[in-house]
């Protein structure tokens, strides 16, 4: 048992720390009122930092972290500015890792090494009808010669306004679990319109949109490992997708801890600093406690993950503690900043904002909560 | 960074569990209806290495780090949290500070006797107006000549009816505030030492507490602890180690509610399907889980820290304030997962309950942890 960090791993996570405080942190706040991310951030830090391929293996021009490595760097990101954390964890996670891990080597030499250097890449499985029952899913995709023609409409795609590729779950066939194909699909495919950009609470500069799919004609050759596989490919690649959420909760809580510490040594009442009031000084431990257990449980699962070792159900433990750890500690960093906290000119505001998704998305907490319980109860036996 | 026990930890994990299972947990509810200090398990315990684990060999001890120890108090604490508190309490407050703070003289005299289980120790720092605000000690040790003569009360003493050798807080210098506090080694034979009776609390009723009372007891000056004036360095040092000993009873308390939850849940039947199949119970279960393990993480970071020589006040604080919360947690679930039959001796559930409450209170309340993290916090 070991909980320390390499020297790799702790020079990885300065160096993603001072380039994100020294580039993007001045600007956070203008583009989070624009309801913008500049490209040209995600074009930095893909040429800089190597971010765009961090699960991509060198080969294909990635830089291939491991999972503590991935999440050392969520972390960090979503600590500067959350909307940018996903759209980075979405592009590597389920929009790169597909590819990744069941592409063929036509599919990997074409799309990773764009992806790594150039390209932004987003998935699409959620639909107006579907979003936790994923089988449920109702979009189509039909063999026509050498092509599969897709009709269909999506929802909740991150960054889908600006992504080069989509990896898009739709049904081959009738089988509820067993009926569902992942393809890639590029931007600007014939049929396939981006519609609605939704006016979210938080993440207000990671564009979040509709697809609709009319007669859109896809390359056959862009099935992804076989027809009946999406629904697997989709499954495999939300476990490895939880922790990274993890990370992301972990790091807005750890941004509203730093502001909160702040906060209660500066502000003063009754003649004395807030945090020498037991009121405040104890909602700071809790903060802390909590934050710490969410590391510790996001960590544990990445290094499952990187040792090779069975790690979904810590996945989901994760994902479900540090996603709501991230809202209690967030929601108590707005308590300590009273009015201030309240109002836009303190951060704390937007990191409430941007901490309550993390309990929804890349499956909800009750979704996790199902993954862990049915787990042990099987285990358990009567 | 690594998540996985070495072998050596494995082994004594086993080596606990199997004790565990098919000595203690038998004996643990009769144990806790009849109010008694189970010395058997204790006898047995010793002849594992357990009552003195991270105690040097040379001086009897099984020479092991706190993460073994983190371990086996655990399994122990699963099955009997009485038993788990008697171990926590003989090393982490009589050995611990023996061995670090104690002479070549004292730890020749008492600590291979207390690491071998032949003799077990107490730890006597709280008192009837004294918990948290340790520093007021009231109970003074005056100088005689070659001796210290010893006069107050002591509460909520571990071990108290039955310690061979009590660990004694004392003010010797009272105008110097907790500067003034001293510790000493104090044998149960001494003149002046009595035990009081037998408290009638709601859970560890195993554990033998008592108040301690001192009058004119007399002990010889080599018997002190530190130098004059060290005792709440020592105190802190001591319980700093605790915590972990603690936050570890609070895991096998934990996780014995989740494990008897869970077969209860696929055992009963209700509204034609085993009571798991219900959301609202899966959702206890799959908190009860997490939480459980996250405990673990942060108890086992405070351990890892501590094995590696750094500071681990705050880690230790984190544990302990994050799993005895667990244990109440879990303790409560629990029962509800067994509904009316949760609420009966007949199942163990009732006394994890009533076992998991202490654990926010002792070796420093949530309070004072929080405290404690509070003040780190602001400070760093």
């Given amino acids: 048992m070991n909980f320390e960090l390499t020297d790799d791993q702790r020079l990885l996570r300065d160096t993603v720390r001072d380039f994100l405080e020294a580039e993007v942190a001045p600007h956070v706040e203008h583009f989070e009122k624009a309801g913008t991310l500049p490209r040209e951030i995600l074009t930095r830090l893909w040429s800089e930092l190597g971010l765009g391929g961090m699960v991509i293996p060198e080969e294909y021009g990635g830089i291939d972290l491991d999972a503590v490595g991935y999440c050392l760097v969520i972390e960090e990101m979503a600590r500067v500015w959350a909307a940018l954390s996903i759209t980075v964890a979405v592009h590597n996670s389920v929009g790169a890792g597909p590819i990744v891990q069941f592409g063929n080597e036509a599919q990997k030499k074409k799309y990773l090494p764009k992806l790594a250097t150039e390209w932004i890449g987003a998935f699409s499985l959620s639909e107006p009808v579907s979003g936790s029952d994923a089988a449920a899913l109702r979009t189509t995709a039909v ?77 056959a050759e862009n099935l992804l490992a076989e027809e009946g596989m999406g629904l697997k490919i989709a499954l495999t690649l939300l476990n490895s997708g939880r922790f990274g959420v993890a990370a992301q909760s972990i790091g807005i809580a750890r941004a509203a801890l730093e502001a909160s510490i702040k906060y209660a040594r500066e502000r003063e009442t009754f003649g004395k600093p807030i945090g020498q009031h037991q009121a405040v000084g104890f909602m700071l431990a809790d903060m802390h406690t909590k934050l710490e257990a969410s590391r510790a449980l996001a960590w544990r699962a990445a290094w499952l993950k990187s040792a090779g070792k069975p790690f979904a159900r810590e996945a989901s433990m994760a994902k479900l503690f540090a996603s709501e750890a991230s809202t209690f500690i967030t929601h108590r960093a707005i308590q300590i900043h009273g009015g201030y906290g309240y109002v836009r000119d303190y951060p704390v505001e937007r990191y409430y904002r941007d901490a309550r998704v993390t309990e929804i998305y890349e499956g909800t907490s009750e979704i996790q909560r199902m993954v862990i319980a049915t787990g042990l109860l099987k285990e358990a036996g009567a | 960074m690594d998540f996985s026990l070495t072998d050596d930890e494995r082994l004594i994990q086993d080596t606990a569990r199997q004790i565990a299972r098919e000595v203690i947990r038998p004996r643990a509810a009769e144990t806790d209806a009849t109010s008694t200090f189970p010395h058997e398990n204790v006898k047995q315990l010793a002849e594992l290495g357990f009552m003195g684990m991270m105690v040097a060999e040379e001086f009897g001890g099984a020479g092991l780090s706190t993460m073994a120890y983190a371990l086996a108090i655990e399994e122990i604490s699963a099955a009997c949290a009485s038993t788990g508190v008697i171990m926590s309490v003989n090393n982490s407050l009589v050995c611990h500070p023996l061995e670090k703070f104690g002479t070549a003289d004292q730890k020749a005299r008492y600590l291979s006797k207390l690491a071998t289980g032949e003799w077990l120790g107490a730890y006597c720092l709280s008192e009837p107006d004294t918990g948290s605000d340790a520093a007021r000690q009231k109970t003074i040790a005056v100088k005689k000549g070659d001796r210290y003569v010893l006069n107050g009360t002591k509460n909520f003493i571990t071990n108290g009816q039955v310690a061979d050798l009590y660990v004694v807080y004392c003010m010797t210098d009272a105008a110097a505030g907790h500067r003034g506090i001293s510790s000493f080694l104090v044998e149960a034979k001494t003149k002046g030492l009595e035990r009081g009776a037998k408290e009638k609390t709601m ?99 405070a351990a890892c820290a501590k094995d590696a020589g750094r500071r681990y006040t705050m880690e230790a604080s984190v544990a302990k304030a994050f799993a005895s919360r667990m244990a109440v947690m879990n303790a409560d679930r629990a029962v509800q997962v067994h509904g009316g039959y949760g609420y009966l001796q007949d199942y163990a559930v009732e006394r994890y309950y009533r076992d998991a409450k202490v654990t926010e209170i002792y070796e420093g309340t949530t309070e004072i942890q929080k405290h404690i993290i509070a003040t780190g916090l602001l400070k760093s």
Avoid at chain 2, 224 to 247: H, Q, S, W
Avoid at chain 2, 265 to 281: D, K
Avoid at chain 2, 294 to 300: E, G
């Fill in chain 1, 143 to 219: 063999k026509d010669g050498s092509h599969y023609v897709l009709n269909g409409e999506k929802n909740w795609v991150t960054t889908g306004g600006f992504a080069d590729t989509y990896v898009v779950m739709a049904r081959t066939a009738p089988d509820k679990q067993k009926g569902i194909s992942a393809f890639i699909i590029e931007k600007g495919t014939p049929g396939l319109s981006l519609t609605k950009t939704e006016e979210k609470m938080g993440l207000k500069a990671s564009e979040t949109r509709s697809l609709v799919f009319q007669d859109c004609r896809v390359p």
């Fill in chain 2, 203 to 301: 859970g560890i009723r195993g554990s033998s507490t008592c108040q301690i009372i001192l009058t004119d007891c007399e002990i010889p000056a080599e018997n002190l602890l530190g130098t004059e004036g060290e005792g709440f360095k020592v105190a802190l040092n001591t319980l700093d180690g605790g915590r972990i000993g603690i936050a570890s009873q609070a895991l096998g308390i934990g996780a014995a509610c989740l494990h008897d939850s869970t077969r209860y849940a696929n055992e009963r039947h209700a509204f034609g399907e085993a009571i798991g199949q219900f959301q609202a119970i899966q959702w206890m279960i799959a908190d009860m889980a997490t939480e459980l393990d996250a405990a673990r993480l942060l108890t086992w970071q």
